[in-house]
């Protein structure tokens, strides 16, 4: 049996019932949505105050790099293969179907405890926000059983808020993409006019001596030019977002264009973003006094503006839900691959006729993760979320190489330049950062890949449509 078996690049984007709703703005604005959130909002500030000081900004010039080098194949990969999927369907085109199923089967992980996690997190700052206007949410239903309440109050209930939110963008989902794309939007311009307050009020208030000595010397295992690199690592998945522009390529009116476009913009804009945001943060307070859940407008605070503060709140809830909406976008999309290519049950293929959306997948996912999220504190789980995305990132990098090599006749109307040094220090890149990630993380990243493998063996290999010489599905079953 031949278990790196792989699609024809002609069968990674077959005829799709999904609608060709989406142009370069929507994928532009789509990764926007998913890497300014919690990366931006809290990252920035943890990362400072731990690891980097006020080089945190040399740390998002090393991180946007590294994610460079990614970004470059991915948009090359998006133009010549296409297909929903995104690193999955890479994979299956390139390194095999083996290969495809480990991808997809992360990615599963990846954007799933992704979502919950950000859930949790929402929910936090939208408490916080109704209790400053008065509005009192009580404590028992903002956590889960398994977390403990803050002064000794025992523990929660269900974290109601949580598993709603999740449960709203469910509807929002099965609705129709270029609905979804015009929600996110909204909320994409929320928090950058949010940022924008920010900028515009920390300015007058930046003060260069703050930033002296710019890189802290080395102590206790922080600050110095490691310290650089370690908060580079910290905040490297802050960027993960351009991943999920690439899984919408199946609903995008020209991907050849337009996914290049999405991927490469979106990362250079928040790159800039990142970098101007640590700058002023570190410039208008003590770097050591950033390691809070929400160091942005604790500054503000600190500099006197509480309206601006509140405001930027506002930005914060607005950032993490279009957070929790791409990778949901994403997550639904890749299962509905995986469905269709015979790998999962049939009705994970199965696209609604009027809505054009895998609304089957976005419902069940929609209940599972409500539920994860409502009893769930998922603290250790959370970094999971990075082994995923990491094992993607060095599939993609590898791919371009690989068909660079055995396919060099395809037309590729974006090409990753200076092939293969870029693509292939992509892939050490990010090998090397799953090497330096906690010792629990690669545990249960192990045990999630034992199950997988398991399913794969179970169900996937005698129901898998290539192994059978049966077309690959396109997604109505």
Same mark, same amino acid.
């Given at each position: ?151 000794? *109050? ?6 109601? @808020? &949580?598993? $709603?939110?999740?449960? %709203? #963008? /469910? +509807? ?12 996110? *939007? ?6 950058? @006019? &949010?940022? $924008?307050?920010?900028? %515009? #009020? /920390? +300015? ?274």
């Amino acid at each position: 049996m031949n278990l790196f078996r792989r699609k024809d690049i002609a069968e990674v984007a077959p005829p799709s019932a999904l609608k060709k709703v989406l142009g370069p703005v929507d994928l532009t604005l789509m990764g926007i949505g998913c890497i300014v959130g919690a990366g931006i909002f809290v990252l920035t500030g943890v990362a400072a105050a731990t690891s980097a000081g006020p080089a945190i900004v040399l740390s998002f010039v090393l991180a946007g790099v590294a994610c460079a080098f990614t970004a470059l194949s991915y948009a090359e990969l998006a133009s010549t293969i296409g297909g929903a999927g995104s690193a999955y369907s890479y994979g299956y085109a390139t390194l095999g179907e083996i290969v495809a199923w480990i991808i997809g089967w992360d990615l599963i992980l990846e954007y799933g405890v992704g979502v919950c996690t950000v859930a949790v997190g929402w929910s936090g700052y939208v408490t916080n926000a109704l209790s400053a206007v008065g509005v009192r949410v009580p404590a028992v239903l903002t956590a889960g059983p398994f977390q403990a309440l803050p002064h000794h *109050a025992g523990h929660g209930d269900f974290n109601v @808020l &949580a598993a $709603g939110i999740i449960l %709203v #963008l /469910a +509807l929002l989902l099965a609705l129709g993409a270029k609905l979804s794309a015009r929600f996110n *939007a909204i909320m994409v311009v929320v928090k950058l @006019l &949010a940022l $924008g307050l920010f900028i %515009v #009020l /920390a +300015l007058p208030h930046f003060n260069v001596h703050l930033w002296h000595p710019f890189i802290p010397p080395r102590t206790n295992h922080h600050f110095g030019w490691q310290g650089v690199v370690e908060g580079a690592s910290l905040i490297f998945f802050a960027y993960i977002g351009f991943d999920a522009v690439s899984t919408a390529v199946e609903e995008t009116k020209n991907p050849q264009r337009d996914a290049p476009i999405g991927i490469l913009a979106s990362l250079f804009i928040c790159t800039l973003l990142y970098m101007v945001v640590a700058a002023l943060l570190t410039g208008i307070v003590p770097y050591q006094t950033l390691n809070v859940p929400s160091p942005v407008a604790s500054a503000l605070i600190h500099i006197g503006y509480h309206w601006g503060a509140a405001a930027v709140a506002v930005g914060a809830i607005a950032g993490l839900t279009t957070v929790m909406l791409v990778l949901y976008f994403g997550l639904s999309r890749i299962l509905m691959s995986m469905g269709r290519d015979g790998l999962l049950p049939p009705v994970f293929g199965r696209v609604h006729p009027k809505t054009g959306t895998p609304v089957p997948v976005i419902l069940g996912l929609g209940v599972l993760m409500a539920i994860v999220a409502g009893f769930t504190p998922i603290t250790d789980l959370a970094k999971l979320v990075n082994m995923g995305t990491l094992a993607a990132f060095t599939v993609v990098c590898l791919g371009v190489i690989w068909l660079r090599a055995n396919r060099p006749e395809l037309e590729r109307p974006f090409r990753t330049p200076f092939s293969p040094l870029f693509p292939a220090l992509g892939a050490l890149i990010c090998f090397y950062l799953m090497l330096n990630l906690p010792a629990l993380t690669w545990h249960a990243f192990f045990i999630w890949l034992a199950v997988g493998l398991g399913v794969y063996a179970g169900y996937s290999v005698r129901h898998s449509h290539l192994a059978a010489g049966a077309p690959v599905r396109s997604g109505s079953s």
